[in-house]
């Protein structure tokens, strides 16, 4: 004799109304948790390079629940050369990719000129927006450290090569046990402050590394006017 044949009832068709609600939910998580990426570039302060020449750099600001991230939020300051630095690299490990362009530099740029300063913030905070839209060059390590750590170029460098005694995430932890600020929105409107800040001081990395721009002191004045 044939074995009886087992029925089996799927409880989809027994329960047609708790199904629909489970497709439901499910539509409901993936619209909630779609990932995102805020960046804002403010703040910018003058920086006393020595006792010639001054520079300003800008706080770069991360809020995200992207995978991609090794932190949610950071905050970390960077001047103009080092965003010349990261879109060179980042162009140099992605050829087929057109990136976006930096402000121009200006030679008459002057670091006491508020709509100078202000005009260039915005342009570095639109590249970084198109920057992070782009899934290949959100692999690049270097974009990691560059936004989410203190690390000067050449030490991303060392770090990304396994030149270093720490690895890009320890680097990105060490940096963020330092730093746990996430600045505020303002009390009206939600705009942040975005004017210029004099008498201000930079964090260094702290991860056994020099750092030639991590350590400058604040000034009152501003002996040169060009910045790099």
Not at 48 to 55: I, V
Not at 95 to 104: F, H, K, M, V
Not at 140 to 155: A, G, I
Not at 157 to 182: D, L, M, P, W
């Amino acid at each position: 004799m044939l074995p009886e044949e087992k029925k089996t009832i799927s409880l989809m068709n027994v329960f047609p109304e708790e199904e629909d609600d489970r497709k439901k939910g499910s539509i409901y998580n993936e619209i909630f948790i779609m990932e995102f990426v805020s960046v804002w570039v403010r703040d910018p302060r003058i920086q006393k390079e020595d006792f010639w020449h001054s520079y300003i750099d800008y706080e770069i600001c991360i809020h995200t629940n992207s995978m991609c991230f090794t932190m949610k939020t950071s905050c970390v300051r960077r001047r103009f050369r080092e965003f010349v630095w990261l879109r060179q690299r980042l162009q140099s490990n992605a050829l087929l990719i057109q990136l976006p362009e930096l402000p121009s530099k200006n030679l008459f740029f002057n670091i006491n000129n508020r709509q100078h300063v202000d005009q260039r913030r915005q342009g570095l905070e639109e590249f970084l927006r198109k920057i992070l839209q782009n899934a290949l060059l959100l692999s690049d390590s270097r974009l990691h450290l560059f936004l989410q750590s203190h690390l000067s170029s050449e030490d991303i460098e060392a770090c990304v090569s396994g030149q270093t005694r720490y690895s890009v995430t320890e680097a990105i932890h060490k940096f963020a046990s330092s730093n746990r600020r996430f600045p505020e929105e303002d009390d009206e409107g939600g705009k942040k402050d975005n004017s210029i800040e004099y008498g201000s001081e930079s964090s260094s990395s702290g991860l056994g590394h020099s750092c030639k721009d991590s350590s400058p002191h604040g000034c009152k004045t501003n002996p040169a006017l060009q910045e790099s």
